[in-house]
């Protein structure tokens, strides 16, 4: 019954270097489930969805996803989907 | 995870349970699959030299003495599994996150599955001995009994242990490499 939520959490955790290690401890996970939730194999209670959004001063919707995410250059550029 | 209502024990065993400096004994999936294989035989071993011991009229002093050297290597693959999992089932509830919580309620579930099975397969056994032979089930309730109590009791290490998956790899770059931590 689970429904699959993307997220773009691996590329934003790249982007500002910091480490599942340290994400997970900023937001009481384990480090484990941080790779979890960036594989989506787990998706995270709106608990922790949204203490990861804080962690990153994002709002949760630039994180997680009902419907995939297009790639971030094709947002920033402006280059529209075939 | 709820850090602050850790005890000093929690936090050592969660350390404990985290401590991936036997990370190659359970890297991957076929190693794991090894580790549950081997604790199963060794469990079944030591079962078996006890009911021995026990029911048996043998010399028991060679017994004990196979006992106590089986019981090192199941006390490290216990261990090994343990390390898998993350210590998914040494851990207290409090010491876990959401997604471990969840995973712990499905391998006890599974594992109730496996168990009732067993014991359904058990019953069925001795009652269908007991058709062959009237003395059957009072010569094999005991042992039967207490190696059921014993898979009963273990049966959740070796689903966890069965279940637990590949560590991701990225993270070490992002750990030890130029991202940092």
Redesign the interface.
């Given at each position: 019954m689970s429904e699959q939520v993307h997220n773009r959490l691996a590329v934003v955790r790249a982007e500002r270097k910091v480490s599942r290690q340290s994400l997970a401890e900023a937001v009481g996970a384990h480090y484990q489930t941080i790779g979890y939730i960036e594989r989506g194999q787990y998706n995270p209670s709106l608990d922790l969805a949204l203490k990861i959004s804080k962690f990153f001063g994002l709002p949760v919707e630039a994180l997680f996803s009902l419907e995939p995410f297009r790639p971030l250059t094709d947002e920033v550029y402006g280059r529209n989907q075939p | 995870?709820?850090?602050t209502r850790l005890t000093r024990y929690d936090r050592s065993m969660l350390r404990l349970m985290n401590d991936r400096r036997g990370a190659a004994w359970y890297a991957t999936a076929a190693r794991r699959r090894l580790a549950v294989a081997a604790h199963i035989t060794l469990t079944a071993a030591i079962g078996g030299l006890m009911t021995h011991l026990f029911l048996a009229e043998g010399e028991p002093l060679w017994t004990i003495a196979v006992m106590a050297v089986l019981l090192v290597p199941w006390m490290v693959a216990t261990g090994v599994i343990n390390s898998a999992t993350?210590g998914l089932l040494e851990l207290r509830e409090r010491a876990?996150?959401?997604?471990?919580s969840a995973e712990r309620s499905r391998v006890l579930a599974r594992a109730h599955r496996a168990t009732t099975l067993l014991l359904a397969t058990a019953v069925l056994g001795l009652l269908v001995a007991g058709m062959a032979d009237g003395h059957a089930p009072k010569a094999y309730a005991g042992p039967l009994l207490i190696a059921v109590l014993v898979v009963h009791w273990l049966m959740p290490l070796w689903v966890a242990g069965l279940h637990a998956?590949d560590?991701?790899s990225?993270?070490d770059a992002?750990?030890t490499g130029p991202?940092?931590?």
């Open positions: - | 995870m709820t850090t993350r876990l996150d959401e997604r471990q998956q560590e991701p990225e993270d992002l750990g991202l940092g931590r």
